[in-house]
C-alpha cells in the first residue's frame, strides 16, 4: 500500500483538475488547477509568479485544494512554501510537457510550491473520513 502522500498525489493526478482556494484580504478566491509532484517527500504544485494566485499565497500562504474523482472527494489543507530548486522544476516540465511552452526553470516566472503542515482529508458519502498528514 502505497504511502499516504503518495495516495494524495495519485488522487490528484488522477483527478485530472483539482480546484486550489486562496485568501485575498477577507475574499475566498478559487481556480481550477492540474499541477502536482511528488518528489524528495514532498507535494508540489506549481503557477506563475505574474499571477494573483502567487501573489495571494505569498500575501497568506495558507489555503485549501478540493479534488473529485469517482464519489471520492480529497481536501488538502495548509500552507504552501516556495521551493526555487531548478531540479525540482525541471522534474515538474518532465512529468507535465505541456507546460513546457509556457514555463521554463529560469524564466524569472515558474514557481514551485510544497505543502507544509498539510491535513489531507479523503472523504465519500459511503465510508469514514480518511486522514493524511505530511
Ligand atoms: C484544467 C486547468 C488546470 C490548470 N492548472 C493550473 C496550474 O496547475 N497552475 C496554474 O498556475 N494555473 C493553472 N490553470 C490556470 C489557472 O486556473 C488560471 O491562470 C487562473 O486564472 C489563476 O488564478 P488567478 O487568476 O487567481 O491568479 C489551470 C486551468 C485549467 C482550466
Do not use: H
Not at 500500500?1 to 495519485?10: K, L, N, Q, S
Not at 526555487?84 to 518532465?94: C, N
Not at 513546457?100 to 526553470?105: A, I, R
Not at 465519500?124 to 486522514?131: G, H, Q, W
Amino acid at each position: 500500500m502505497a504511502e499516504g502522500i503518495e495516495r494524495v498525489c495519485e488522487f490528484l493526478d488522477e483527478a485530472g483538475t483539482y480546484y486550489l482556494a486562496t485568501a485575498e484580504g477577507d475574499q475566498p478566491r478559487v481556480r481550477p488547477f492540474g499541477t502536482a509532484l511528488l518528489r524528495n517527500g514532498r507535494l508540489y504544485i506549481q503557477t506563475g509568479k505574474v499571477k494573483a494566485v502567487s501573489k495571494q499565497i505569498a500575501a497568506n500562504p495558507k489555503v485549501e485544494i478540493c479534488a473529485y474523482k469517482d464519489g471520492k472527494w480529497l481536501r488538502i489543507a495548509g500552507e504552501l512554501a516556495e521551493d526555487d530548486d531548478r531540479a525540482v522544476k525541471e522534474a515538474m516540465l518532465e512529468k507535465m510537457p505541456s507546460l513546457k511552452g509556457m514555463y521554463s526553470p529560469d524564466d524569472g516566472n515558474m514557481q514551485m510550491l510544497y505543502f507544509k503542515n498539510a491535513e489531507a482529508v479523503f472523504s465519500s458519502f459511503t465510508a469514514a473520513p480518511e486522514t493524511v498528514r505530511f
